[in-house]
């Protein structure tokens, strides 16, 4: 088990979502930055499909209740065990009674935390994830607080890890402040018009403060909207950059509800919305460019690729040196 | 994948929808891991790793409708919705009366005698937006939403009425309240209902409900 000592604001379980149920209205969940998921999950020797707990910018507390492997991956964030400062994107060994403080430091905002075995929370609807909407799921259905001991789940010996494992810089998305995000046109583009067309893909928007796991609110030279009558809610997906009548563009993130009115003027790419999760409010500058449905798949396929470049590194140290000796 | 039959909300329209939606999630196309049928449109959800989009658009482009039979697809049962109308239950039914200058028992007649159909679900997990209400009891929604709804609730917005499945804010108009839970994620299925479902509303009285 797991302790929270200090659950920050936005702590939650996550795995890589709920599939299936968005036609009964419930929301995929999953964490915001699935890139950051997977890469911790493989480091610790888990499936990507295991459930770890994602920080927001409150940081979090952890300590150990038993022996365990454990990595954070993320952005904007530094790790420490007692004094010693750990590397992100790379797994390290804890001991039963040790704790682990994740503060945000800013250029990012979520953090996930994936420990050998999995958070082992309840399976509802085919996942772990929290539906903070639908108040089920992951723990108690709701963001973690102090005192919740979260339990992990069994390891098979076989894959007991005694070697650290570490993803390279370079295969390591580039959450830079400056983004340029690729997204595929439509399917309303034609109703908004080639002024909307042009004013969306020529400026440089910020994410809005007002914006969380539900959707990123942007800001810039708001979009105009000639829209004829009302359209009616259809089909929503995280990544479907809605545009309402005030003209400033809402990016539906891991929570977005199921459908939604306002005209979708393009759709963020798998690849990309990494990034854009990581997008701090003010300081991020981002820009959209258009591509096909072809290179939304490719960049996806390289995503996932790129996790393969995980190295393990044949170094067995006593593992309460270990926290010292990783730099 | 966003497949669009037209931009109206009505009965002939989303029972093209369901056809698809069902179509396709029989046919197992592969894959195909999610359908998401709305008012007029179906989303569908694959796998980049195992179909590309253009695949997968002639596999959606050969489905013709005319070979399948709607009947296969219909559910045969008619669901009941028990409902308590009025009082604490259903604030807004004197407003709703009023608005369209009719009575409450009137709104309660003309709320509980239509077959309803559910187009989709969405809003919140297992909410259903329901077709079929006669327009006679149309009323606007709140300018203000409520923050909060009992789940069970029964409320109209528009031309619309549906049931909150979970407690949330709200901005329909609350008309009455049914015992059923619509909802409960621990259940096998979790959701009493699910798009392309025929319901009915059955006025109950208090007094019935506390005597079951």
Avoid at chain 1, 99 to 119: F, L, P, S
Wanted: aromatic share 10%.
């Amino acid at each position: 088990m797991i302790e929270i000592l200090d659950g920050g604001y936005f702590s939650s379980i996550q795995d890589l979502g709920r599939v299936g149920w968005r036609q009964y209205g419930v929301p995929r969940s999953g964490a915001m930055d699935e890139f950051a998921l997977r890469a911790a999950n493989r480091l610790v020797g888990n499936s990507d499909e295991s459930a770890g707990i994602e920080v927001g910018i409150g940081g979090i507390q952890l300590r150990a209740l038993q022996n365990m492997i454990i990595a954070v991956c993320g952005w904007g964030f530094s790790v420490w065990v007692n004094e010693n400062k750990m590397d992100l994107w790379q797994s390290f060994r804890l001991r039963e009674g040790q704790t682990v403080r994740i503060d945000h430091v800013g250029g990012g905002m979520w953090a996930v935390v994936a420990i050998q075995g999995g958070i082992d929370v309840k399976i509802i609807m085919d996942s772990r994830s929290t539906s903070l909407l639908g108040g089920f799921g992951g723990w108690q259905g709701r963001l973690l607080k102090e005192k919740d001991c979260l339990p992990i789940g069994k390891i098979l010996k076989s894959t007991e890890q005694e070697s650290v494992r570490i993803l390279p810089q370079s295969a390591i998305p580039q959450y830079y402040d400056d983004l340029c995000l690729r997204a595929v046109v439509g399917p309303h583009l034609d109703l908004l018009g080639n002024e909307a067309d042009r004013q969306f893909f020529q400026q440089t928007f910020t994410v809005s403060s007002s914006s969380n796991r539900t959707g990123y609110r942007l800001q810039g030279e708001s979009v105009k909207v000639e829209l004829n009558g009302e359209m009616i809610s259809f089909g929503m997906l995280p990544g479907a950059i809605q545009i309402p009548p005030s003209g400033e563009p809402i990016v539906m993130m891991a929570d977005a509800p199921t459908s939604g009115g306002y005209p979708v003027i393009a759709v963020v790419i798998r690849a990309d919305l990494p990034l854009l999760a990581q997008a701090e409010p003010f300081k991020s500058r981002i820009q959209f460019k258009p591509v096909s449905v072809r290179i939304a798949r490719e960049a996806y396929v390289e995503m996932i690729k790129r996790l393969d470049y995980i190295q393990e590194i044949d170094q067995f140290i006593e593992p309460w040196n270990w926290a010292g000796a990783i730099q | 994948m966003l497949v669009v039959f037209g931009n109206g909300i009505n009965l002939e329209i989303n029972q093209r929808v369901h056809l698809l939606a069902e179509w396709v999630k029989r046919a197992n196309l592969p894959g195909v891991i999610e359908v998401i049928p709305a008012y007029a449109t179906v989303l569908i959800g694959f796998d980049p790793f195992q179909i590309e989009y253009d695949a997968l658009h002639r596999l959606i482009m050969e489905y013709e409708e005319e070979q399948v039979d709607p009947l296969l697809y219909r559910s045969e049962k008619l669901i009941e919705i028990p409902t308590i109308y009025g009082g604490d239950h259903g604030p807004d039914l004197e407003f709703v009366a009023q608005y369209n200058h009719l009575s409450p028992d009137d709104v309660i007649r003309l709320h509980s005698e239509a077959e309803y159909r559910v187009f989709m679900m969405g809003f919140s997990p297992g909410f259903p937006y329901l077709g079929g209400m006669n327009p006679a009891i149309a009323v606007p929604r709140l300018s203000s939403p409520r923050t909060r709804v009992t789940a069970g609730s029964v409320g109209i917005a528009g031309e619309q009425t549906g049931i909150y499945p979970i407690d949330s804010a709200g901005g329909w108009r609350l008309i009455g309240w049914t015992p059923l839970r619509l909802f409960d994620p621990c259940a096998e299925p979790p959701f009493l209902l699910k798009p392309g479902d025929s319901l009915r509303f059955v006025p109950i009285l208090r007094d019935q409900m506390e005597n079951d």
